[in-house]
């Protein structure tokens, strides 16, 4: 067309209407206010089988705007309606309302032509209230809701934006008019891959909504394209809210175009010099040589966390630092530097490699196996995938290697989001899974983790070594401190009910959600207070606070900051809930069982493998807070004989499976005979030992 058709267009001789007219105005939704600027206008329109060419919109009669038909793609009018033809007839205007002479209630016209030569014929108006207070919020091109009482946006993948080819993440923002919602459901092309993480931070929303929610509006969830049946061009992608009583219902949606796969060539010969010139250097340096096991470990952080307390009571039971040397090579300082270099173990503190740069990665690798060299040592540890460069160091000098990987994600994923300097270089990445292959033993604390890297392990190379804590320590704390004197210490009335979670607050433990989810029950048990241990001053964690305050919780509710000493909390605590949508098997959920505090944990990775429903904890679904509500009331409810009963069938359990000397033991056992002989399997090794790398469940449920 060379001209779009006018409103005001004659209509005398046109011929008669050929066929009925379908369509809608998707946004906005009816009795939305709109502020008096400019507004986005979507919807789409069909004339019979076919799209229709343009339309118009008008409010109380006044021209506001115009668009072609075919300005956006809707796959699902083609899907709904079983026509592809009409994935076309979606349209998106931007209408200018200042010109209105009057704010109010109004209402919405869109007028449709079918051709050039037919008429135009409205759609069903939507009524709109003109206001001049702030803008509303506007929703991106491209994103789209149903008529309903939710609002939001589906910030990424943004409309333009290519997702893929392996991993794609999507976030944004959701609320309900009058209540909270509980479950974000999110379907590619149909499938669904799992509930979005709720209550992330989304302090923006404060300038659209007044709910103290409306901060902790964000959602956020990674697709892994591999997972899906079969290799796509094009994915749709719906994001499906509950929220009350009401259905479920699509509140956003998009469809986006999967990159094509990096088919470039990788800097393989420029890879493969920098190599030469890593080996090059190392065969110059003349490298002390041990008798005895001359361990050398890698690890991310010396901070307080699951992770770094794993290696650091490994390394304590082991004897590291007196019975054999040991180095401890960290890529972020923190207070465990300290207590490692009075044990006798030297800590060098190396900045993160570069993963997004080879040349700067191959340095970097360079430098560390220098340092690997010089000091004589002949085997390997290192302490999550995060720390892969240390795999590629000590497989790449030829050194048994036992690698720890605590992250419940897969490689595709974790190459793909896990680094936040950007995308990893893909020599960068084959030079990690080139270590994942070569690793002696890949070392997991569940099955469920160790499945997602049976593909890239050597076989037989993968096994569960379950984790442990220190239980002398904590059986000897429980003869010396009581319950009345922690609560005492920590300031907490001996008359009320401490609902404990333990661990810095960060998105994936779900502490927001907790937060809304005690608001929710609070009324029904009023002794019972909610107490977060790990305040560490995060965007994520100031947040929390700030809602506590907010939503009237802070009566109620302690955000305390991370500390040291984290017995007293158990030790005062009557249930201990950990609602992580991702996790390998928390330390804090043994240590509370050890403790004899009864858990209630959700259904991820290594917890349903720990935990019996009823009888050694209590289990909920992660990312859902309906779920977590009801979980809530039911263990809060339950008396205490009864919650008494299921701690102490926790404690017993954790007594005989999971203590440190145990998964220490297994760690230095393999150390030790893979260096005699590296084509044994970890197994094998293990039996040798009078040990075996047996799955938790089968540990727990005997012989």
């Known amino acids: 067309m060379s001209s779009e ?29 709109v502020p008096r600027s400019t507004v986005t206008i979507r919807g789409w329109s069909g004339w019979g089988d076919e799209p229709a060419v343009a339309v118009a919109a008008l409010v109380d009669g006044m021209p506001v705007g115009r668009a072609l038909v075919g300005s956006e793609s809707r796959p699902d009018v083609a899907d709904a309606l079983g026509n592809p033809r ?64 939710f609002t939001g946006s589906l910030d990424a993948p943004a409309p333009d934006d290519l997702v893929g080819p392996e991993v794609f993440c999507v ?15 999110v379907l ?11 209550g992330c931070p989304r302090p923006d929303v404060r300038r659209v909504s007044d709910q103290p929610e409306a901060p902790l509006s964000g959602f956020e969830s990674v697709v892994n394209l591999t997972t899906l049946p079969a290799p796509t061009s094009h994915v749709k992608l719906q994001l499906v809210a509950r929220a009350g009583e009401g259905p479920a219902q699509v509140i956003l949606e998009r469809t986006a175009t999967v990159a094509p796969p990096d088919r470039a060539e990788e800097r393989s010969s420029r890879h493969a010099q920098l190599q030469e010139r890593r080996h090059r250097l190392l065969s110059s340096i003349d490298a002390p040589r041990s008798d005895g096991l001359n361990l050398v470990a890698f690890t991310h952080d010396l901070g307080y966390g699951g992770g770094q307390l794993w290696l650091h009571e490994l390394l304590s039971r082991s004897g590291a630092g007196a019975k054999f040397p040991c180095t401890v090579i960290s890529r972020r300082d923190g207070p465990l530097r300290q207590v490692l270099e009075r044990r006798g173990i030297p800590v060098h503190v190396s900045p993160s490699p570069p993963v997004d740069d080879i040349e700067g990665y191959e340095g970097r690798a360079t430098e560390l196996a220098a340092l690997v060299v010089a000091g004589g040592h002949n085997a390997a540890l290192v302490n999550t995938f995060a720390s892969f460069i240390g795999a590629d160091v000590a497989t790449s000098l030829g050194l048994p290697t036992v690698w720890a990987i605590h992250e419940s994600l897969t490689p595709t994923q974790f190459w793909a989001i896990g680094f936040p300097t950007g995308p990893v ?29 049976a593909s890239s392990a050597a076989a037989g190379r993968a096994i569960v070594v379950p984790y442990g804590v220190d ?15 922690a609560r005492s210490d920590t300031g907490i009335s001996a008359d009320a009910k401490v609902l404990l979670v333990m661990g810095t607050i960060e998105p994936r433990k779900a502490q927001t959600q907790i937060a809304m989810a005690f608001g929710l029950v609070r009324a029904a048990f009023p002794d019972w207070v909610l107490v977060f241990v790990g305040d560490n001053q995060s965007p994520y964690a100031e947040e929390l606070k700030e809602y506590v305050r907010g939503a ?73 807070l309906d779920a977590a509500q009801a979980a809530l009331g039911r263990v809060l409810g339950l008396d205490q004989a009864r919650r008494a009963a299921v701690g102490a069938a926790g404690r017993r359990l954790v007594l005989e499976h999971c203590g440190s000397a145990g998964y220490a033991a297994d760690i230095v056992a393999l150390l030790e005979g893979l260096g005699r002989g590296r084509d044994i399997l970890p197994d094998e090794v293990l039996a040798r030992h009078g040990r075996s790398a047996l799955r938790l469940e089968r540990d727990l449920a005997g012989p």
């Not at 409103?7 to 007219?21: F, I, K, N, T, Y």
């Open 5 to 33: 058709p006018q409103p005001d267009q004659e209509d005398a001789g046109r011929p008669p209407v050929p066929a009925p007219l379908q369509g809608r105005i998707d946004e906005p939704a009816p009795g939305t206010h």
């Open 86 to 149: 009409l994935a076309d007839a979606g349209w998106t205007l931007e209408a200018d309302l200042k010109a209105l002479p009057n704010q109010g209630p109004a209402e919405l016209a869109i007028v449709v032509w079918a051709g050039p030569a037919h008429p135009p014929i409205p759609l069903e108006p939507v009524p709109l209230v003109i206001d001049d207070a702030s803008p509303r919020y506007t929703w991106p091109a491209g994103a789209r809701r149903r008529p309903s009482d």
């Open 171 to 185: 976030s944004g923002w959701a609320l309900h008019r009058s209540s909270f919602i509980s479950r974000i459901d």
């Open 188 to 198: 590619v092309n149909g499938r669904g891959i799992g509930p979005a993480r709720l």
């Open 425 to 453: 270089h893909p020599s960068v990445r084959t030079a990690g899974e080139r270590a994942l292959a070569a690793t002696d033993a890949l070392v997991f604390e569940a099955d469920a983790t160790r499945q997602l890297y």
């Open 471 to 485: 239980t002398d320590a904590i059986q000897s704390y429980c003869e010396r401190i009581s319950p009345a004197q």
């Open 552 to 624: 009237g919780l802070a009566d109620r509710s302690l955000v305390v900051p991370v500390v040291e000493d984290t017995y007293r909390w158990y030790r005062a605590a009557d249930v201990l809930l950990c609602a992580s949508d991702i996790e390998s098997l928390p330390r804090s959920v043994l240590e509370a069982m050890c403790f004899g505090v009864p858990v209630l944990a959700t259904t991820v990775f290594g917890l349903p493998e720990l935990l019996q429903d009823g009888e050694t904890g209590f289990l909920f679904a992660p990312n859902d």
